[in-house]
């Protein structure tokens, strides 16, 4: 006799409309949402440590001392991707293999000079002064004319790859735009063509109409799980008006989004009782002198875990194939963020 296999909870394909591509969701091989954990989670971190490279008064690997500083310091990579000290190569005009000179700016932004503190733990100005601080370095390299392009990106974790747990994101500064950010871009304009409309505007719109998956919202800046999440605990956050990139928003538009950052993040480190890792990249338009009227800028919360301990790996489909599947709905994901009680 055959098996009757259950199919009860969702599945279902949905259409990502700035990757422009399906993403599967099967929730039925996973049923049931994630309740919370219940032990605390204990941090024995000091708030300095005399081994760290980022620490204040410590000294890098390239031997410079780090300054005694005091809230956000930023400084050039010693290990730059990209960078001014990289060499000259022959460019090669073979039409399919090409090269060019591995030119850029990267930079570390330390958030704190506490080594045992998050961004989502610092205080509200204090973290707002991280985003102040980015804004800056966003307005400095809109003015290079080498710079193409800036992505902003921390990569919070151990299970992220981040061998430093020092608070810190990182900028690179590059000669071309990121791939993400030309897919965004290419449907953003399609989108213009076909229907006449912003489609980050028709985006917020949906979200913010359908309710269901909204996390977070203040007058400046809204986060959801979005209709179309890749990952099942992955979280957007827009300014609520439009701007192309961080370096032309006003300081109550930044402090909006740092509440809506620090209420979302919150959320994540209550249900996990974790510093919850993620990787958070600025999606933000190309720095060159064209115009990129449609492109809202937002960030983007990307956590591997879909459970304590278990994280969503990246196998045949996604790597294999190109597109992602999840066994998690978003409207579940959003509810279980939604229902966390933060005390402020
Ligand atoms: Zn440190």
Not at 48 to 60: A, F, I
Not at 190 to 207: C, K, P, T, V, W
């Given at each position: 006799?055959?098996?009757?296999?259950?199919?009860?909870?969702?599945?279902?394909?949905?259409?990502?409309?700035?990757?422009?591509?399906?993403?599967?969701?099967?929730?039925?091989?996973?049923?049931?949402?994630?309740?919370?954990?219940?032990?605390?989670?204990?941090?024995?971190?000091?708030?300095?440590?005399?081994?760290?490279?980022?620490?204040?008064?410590?000294?890098?690997?390239?031997?410079?001392?780090?300054?005694?500083?005091?809230?956000?310091?930023?400084?050039?990579?010693?290990?730059?991707?990209?960078?001014?000290?990289?060499?000259?190569?022959?460019?090669?005009?073979?039409?399919?293999?090409?090269?060019?000179?591995?030119?850029?700016?990267?930079?570390?932004?330390?958030?704190?000079?506490?080594?045992?503190?998050?961004?989502?733990?610092?205080?509200?100005?204090?973290?707002?002064?991280?985003?102040?601080?980015?804004?800056?370095?966003?307005?400095?390299?809109?003015?290079?004319?080498?710079?193409?392009?800036?992505?902003?990106?921390?990569?919070?974790?151990?299970?992220?790859?981040?061998?430093?747990?020092?608070?810190?994101?990182?900028?690179?500064?590059?000669?071309?735009?990121?791939?993400?950010?030309?897919?965004?871009?290419?449907?953003?304009?399609?989108?213009?063509?076909?229907?006449?409309?912003?489609?980050?505007?028709?985006?917020?719109?949906?979200?913010?109409?359908?309710?269901?998956?909204i996390i977070a919202e203040?007058?400046?800046a809204i986060a959801f799980?979005?209709?179309?999440?890749?990952?099942?605990?992955?979280v957007w956050i827009f300014?609520?008006?439009?701007?192309?990139?961080?370096?032309?928003?006003?300081?109550?538009?930044?402090?909006?989004?740092?509440?809506a950052y620090?209420q979302v993040?919150?959320?994540?480190?209550?249900?996990?009782?974790?510093?919850?890792?993620?990787?958070?990249?600025?999606?933000?338009?190309?720095?060159?002198?064209?115009?990129?009227?449609?492109?809202?800028?937002?960030?983007?919360?990307?956590?591997?875990?879909?459970?304590?301990?278990?994280?969503?790996?990246?196998?045949?489909?996604?790597?294999?194939?190109?597109?992602?599947?999840?066994?998690?709905?978003?409207?579940?994901?959003?509810?279980?963020?939604?229902?966390?009680?933060?005390?402020?």
């Amino acid at each position: 006799m055959q098996q009757k296999i259950d199919v009860r909870g969702h599945w279902e394909q949905r259409w990502h409309p700035l990757r422009q591509e399906w993403i599967v969701y099967a929730a039925h091989r996973n049923a049931r949402p994630w309740l919370g954990l219940t032990e605390e989670h204990q941090s024995n971190t000091p708030a300095y440590d005399p081994e760290c490279y980022l620490c204040p008064r410590n000294k890098r690997h390239n031997g410079k001392i780090n300054p005694d500083y005091k809230d956000t310091f930023i400084f050039d990579n010693d290990h730059p991707v990209v960078g001014d000290g990289a060499p000259d190569v022959s460019i090669s005009d073979d039409p399919l293999f090409r090269k060019r000179r591995a030119s850029g700016i990267a930079r570390v932004v330390c958030y704190d000079p506490r080594h045992n503190i998050t961004l989502t733990d610092m205080s509200f100005p204090e973290a707002t002064a991280v985003f102040l601080a980015l804004r800056t370095q966003m307005q400095e390299f809109r003015q290079n004319p080498e710079i193409q392009f800036v992505l902003i990106f921390e990569n919070k974790g151990e299970i992220v790859g981040t061998s430093n747990q020092h608070p810190h994101c990182q900028i690179y500064a590059t000669n071309f735009t990121f791939k993400n950010i030309e897919q965004e871009l290419a449907a953003s304009e399609a989108y213009r063509h076909d229907h006449r409309g912003n489609i980050f505007q028709s985006i917020l719109d949906f979200e913010q109409k359908d309710g269901a998956r909204i996390i977070a919202e203040n007058e400046h800046a809204i986060a959801f799980v979005p209709f179309f999440a890749q990952y099942a605990y992955e979280v957007w956050i827009f300014p609520k008006k439009r701007h192309a990139t961080l370096a032309t928003q006003s300081d109550e538009e930044l402090a909006g989004l740092v509440a809506a950052y620090q209420q979302v993040t919150r959320r994540y480190d209550r249900l996990f009782n974790m510093p919850f890792p993620y990787v958070m990249p600025f999606y933000q338009a190309p720095v060159d002198d064209r115009n990129y009227g449609d492109y809202h800028m937002h960030l983007v919360l990307l956590p591997p875990l879909r459970q304590p301990g278990i994280k969503k790996f990246l196998a045949g489909p996604e790597i294999g194939g190109g597109n992602f599947m999840a066994d998690t709905i978003p409207e579940e994901k959003a509810a279980e963020l939604q229902k966390i009680i933060l005390e402020d």
